[in-house]
């Protein structure tokens, strides 16, 4: 399972938002140092509380699970059905308009903005994302990757069940949406691992092992 890199045809020459990995991987990555940052100089202080959140620890988990990896996740496959569907996903203006819900996503519960629009802002980001990937999927009648648009669609859902609760409008939510996330979290990586492992076996290390070694379909 190869990914390819190559530029748009009509690619910009600023190649951030040429390719859908590049803004994602490389703000997901500053964004997890960030937040083990500011996590720790919460936890020195003894600060317990965050403005939209109500509680750091909620806030920590959520952007572990909402932030970082679904960053990673989202940067992954707006790279990768591009070359499973040979069809073209968001980059321009397009996927800077997904990375920018990304992350005003972060950035908005630390400011005084109505609730309502801070939960709206953060739960945009993944209905876009399965847009940009739901289209040329679609477009190519590849169906076998339609399951990232479910398991897309019901990580919304866990995302909805944890901004429900912090709007009021639930009870105990919280933590099923936390819980949700991660399994669904474990699920891609099953998924992908099953696809790249054995390529990565049979492409790297397959000619240097023994061809009749039981087990081993070489």
Do not use: C, K
């Not at 897309?152 to 996330?181: C, F, I, K, R």
Request: proline share 5%.
């Amino acid at each position: 399972m190869q990914i390819q890199i190559q530029e748009p045809r009509n690619s910009s020459s600023f190649a951030l938002f040429n390719l859908g990995f590049r803004p994602f991987f490389l703000f997901g990555a500053i964004s997890a140092l960030l937040l083990m940052l500011i996590w720790l100089i919460m936890l020195s202080t003894g600060q317990a509380t965050q403005s939209y959140y109500q509680l750091s620890y909620v806030w920590h988990g959520h952007e572990m699970l909402f932030g970082y990896t679904v960053a990673i996740i989202a940067g992954f496959l707006l790279t990768a059905v591009r070359n499973w569907t040979s069809q073209q996903t968001p980059h321009g203006s397009w996927l800077a308009i997904i990375f920018a819900f990304w992350v005003a996503g972060r950035i908005m519960p630390f400011t005084a903005l109505p609730p309502l629009l801070i939960a709206a802002t953060d739960m945009l980001f993944l209905p876009l994302v399965i847009v940009g990937i739901g289209i040329p999927i679609i477009r190519s009648g590849n169906h076998r990757n339609l399951m990232f648009i479910v398991i897309l669609s019901v990580m919304t859902l866990a995302n909805g069940l944890m901004h429900a609760q912090l709007l009021g409008y639930t009870e105990n939510t919280m933590l099923q949406g936390m819980q949700l996330q991660l399994g669904l979290v474990i699920l891609i990586i099953m998924i992908l691992g099953g696809r790249v492992i054995p390529f990565s076996l049979n492409g790297r290390w397959a000619t240097s092992l023994p061809v009749n070694i039981p087990g081993w379909n070489i």
